[in-house]
């Protein structure tokens, strides 16, 4: 089966870590990225730099930053295939966004007979 | 007859369907048809030599039929390519396969699968409860006291995300196996405290379900120390209640005590203990036996609390020291580890709190704390209780 592992991150997670320290971490993602699962993946930019486009009054508006403040900000993803939730829940905790405050939400992606 | 079969083969069958099938409620409905025909047939004759086998080969040829039916559901197909590649079951009659030595137990493989962490715990309850024990979804909306309409939604959710996320029906792997074989027993336990609150009887269904992880686990300490604890508590039952009033350990007739049970228990007990034991289960299980004694060895209950505060840093089992540490004589030093606490909307807390003040010549102060326990009370029983103690102030 697909898993999408949604990695949510509390804001300013990364703020006091040495520069080695970071690298550190992006490694951990590099590694995980590499894993045989691992299928898809992105990173994404700060929250900062999101627009959020919805419709109001029939008209499309464009608002600047994420649709709403949350304590998590979603900062990338992951998809991987997985022989069942326990080898995907087993990826998600190696992601280090788990012990810097954030979490990651494991999800089965649909999956359309061929 | 054929009901105890029912009950006790249950949870055999509906594993081995739900392992051949990959789909629970396929495998539900299979099990239950193939149930209905023997309770039919086997009213007019001699059930089978091996009535598992033949209940498994009847509920996977149900199964086969059922998909047959549903072929062109596009949901099925997997099923269906998985069924394709096992032809020689597909159409033998039952009675050419009960004989199969190769139909294993894959009840362990069930229990896994329904008290897994990603499910809600009230669904891994109930799912243990319909899957394992064989309750009828009826009995256990009565046990939890919710409607059976609830209660089926909330199968039937927990089913479906079985099926949809991937939760495996398997054994934990090592490395996961102590967190995911510590979440069944707190499932287990679950139930069987619940059994003291009265209408279908949860505690020995608690029971059923250790005695049968303690055959399919016979080396896992705290599996055998959770049997022996539930079996031990479960001793004493009949000592616990007068009429409908509570009765204290020191205050029960010990005449009530169902003395095979606490041997049965300490039997248990001590096969955990010779494995090496010293968890939770296991602990708690010693401090059960400890109070089937006469006297009871308080200094020792107060030790075994002591480590299993120490082990699960848990301020509930501190106030159980306390306690023991009042019964070994020490009602000062009691209420000091009382007053060092942070359970303020825990009830025992008030309650102990009431009748260490009471010992220590404190009337007014064991009031206040009987008072304050009387407002967090949740049962009658409980309530006249305390009423009682008030009034012997």
């Not at chain 2, 549903?70 to 396969?97: G, H, N, S």
């Not at chain 2, 009765?247 to 606490?262: C, G, H, K, M, P």
């Not at chain 2, 007014?364 to 305390?386: D, H, I, K, T």
Request: proline share 5%; glycine share 6%; aromatic share 6%.
């Amino acid at each position: 089966m697909q898993y999408a592992l949604l990695i949510y991150e509390r804001p300013g997670a990364y703020d006091g870590l040495s520069e080695a320290e970071q690298e550190a971490i992006t490694g951990e993602y590099m590694t995980i990225s590499r894993d045989d699962q691992v299928v898809a993946g992105a990173h994404l930019q700060p929250a900062a730099t999101a627009t959020t486009v919805r419709v109001q009054d029939g008209k499309s508006v464009m608002t600047d930053g994420p649709f709403a403040e949350t304590k998590e900000v979603f900062g990338g993803y992951f998809v991987a295939q997985a022989d069942n939730l326990d080898a995907a829940l087993a990826l998600a905790e190696r992601i280090p966004a788990i012990r810097m405050g954030g979490s990651v939400e494991v999800r089965p992606v649909v999956e359309h007979p061929a | 007859m054929i009901e105890q079969v029912f009950r006790e083969q249950w949870a055999r069958v509906l594993a081995s369907l739900v392992g051949f099938l990959g789909d629970f409620d396929l495998a539900e409905d299979a099990c239950q048809d193939a149930f209905a025909i023997a309770a039919e047939r086997w009213s007019r004759e001699r059930p089978p030599e091996n009535p598992v086998a033949w209940l498994i080969a009847t509920a996977r040829n149900r199964a086969i039929d059922r998909l047959r039916r549903e072929r062109t559901l596009a949901a099925k197909t997997r099923t269906l390519e998985l069924l394709a590649a096992t032809p020689d079951m597909v159409d033998a009659a039952p009675e050419d396969i009960v004989d199969d030595p190769l139909i294993p137990d894959e009840r362990l493989e069930l229990i896994f699968c329904c008290c897994h962490p990603a499910l809600a715990i009230e669904a891994q309850v109930a799912l243990t409860l319909r899957a394992l024990a064989g309750l009828s979804t009826q009995e256990i909306a009565d046990a939890f006291l919710v409607s059976p309409e609830t209660m089926k939604r909330r199968l039937s959710r927990a089913k479906t995300k079985i099926t949809a996320t991937g939760i495996p029906f398997a054994v934990p792997e090592d490395h996961a196996l102590p967190d995911r074989l510590a979440a069944v027993l707190a499932v287990v336990y679950l139930i069987f405290n619940q059994g003291y609150a009265g209408r279908v009887d949860l505690a020995a269904e608690a029971i059923r379900l250790g005695r049968a992880l303690a055959t399919l686990m016979p080396d896992e300490s705290e599996v055998l120390g959770l049997l022996a604890l539930m079996v031990l508590v479960d001793a004493r039952r009949d000592a616990r209640l007068r009429g409908d009033e509570l009765v204290l350990l020191a205050d029960q007739d010990r005449s009530l005590w169902d003395t095979e049970r606490i041997g049965e228990g300490r039997a248990v007990l001590d096969r955990a203990l010779s494995l090496g034991g010293r968890g939770a289960y296991v602990l708690q299980a010693a401090i059960a036996s400890l109070h089937c004694s006469e006297p009871v060895d308080w200094p020792q209950v107060t030790a075994l609390y002591g480590e299993l505060a120490a082990a699960t840093g848990s301020p509930v089992v501190d106030l159980n020291r306390a306690v023991a540490l009042a019964q070994a004589g020490c009602p000062q030093a009691a209420l000091e580890i009382v007053d060092g606490l942070e359970l303020d909307d825990y009830r025992y807390l008030h309650s102990t709190r009431g009748e260490l003040l009471a010992r220590l010549k404190r009337p007014q102060e064991a009031r206040a704390a009987y008072l304050r326990a009387l407002e967090l009370a949740f049962s009658e029983p409980e309530r006249r209780f305390l009423r009682r103690r008030l009034s012997e102030l």
